[in-house]
């Protein structure tokens, strides 16, 4: 079992930065890919990026590449997200999310499953 407990969210003027972190529970945390997802109001929930076991590989969505770097740390247990360049289209609810394979979520069409969700983190970006 795996809780994740998301943190960093807030209100954000566009071109702003952010930096979200999830907190994972157990020892056993750098046997899980890891990965953020969001969700808007009324839309479905959508990949944003994913972090191998290490940390050595890493994929995005055409929507953040270049502006949202994915990272973690395996002794704290921890991982981040930075958000760069933030723009209005951004605002959601991101979801921090753990799997032991994970491995879908580095195809040209990711996977949006999971083993475990956190409760998620709100970000709004004004305009």
């Known amino acids: 079992q795996v809780q994740l407990v998301e943190s960093g969210g807030g209100l954000v003027q566009a071109g702003g930065s952010l930096r979200l972190s999830c907190a994972a529970s157990?020892?056993?945390?750098?046997?899980?890919?890891m990965a953020w997802f969001r969700q808007a109001p009324k839309k479905e929930r959508e990949f944003v990026a994913a972090?191998?076991?290490?940390?050595?590989?890493?994929a995005y969505s055409d929507s953040v590449r270049g502006r949202f770097t994915i990272s973690r740390d395996n002794a704290k247990n921890t991982v981040y997200l930075q958000m760069s360049s933030l723009k209005p289209e951004d605002t959601a609810a991101y979801y921090c999310?753990?799997?032991?394979?994970?491995?879908?979520?580095?195809?040209?069409?990711?996977?949006?499953?999971?083993?475990?969700w956190g409760q998620g983190t709100q970000v709004t970006v004004s305009s």
């Open positions: 972090i191998s076991w290490s940390g050595g590989r890493t």
């Open positions: 999310a753990a799997d032991r394979d994970g491995s879908g979520w580095f195809n040209l069409h990711p996977s949006i499953a999971a083993d475990y």
């Open positions: 157990g020892r056993t945390f750098s046997s899980y890919r």
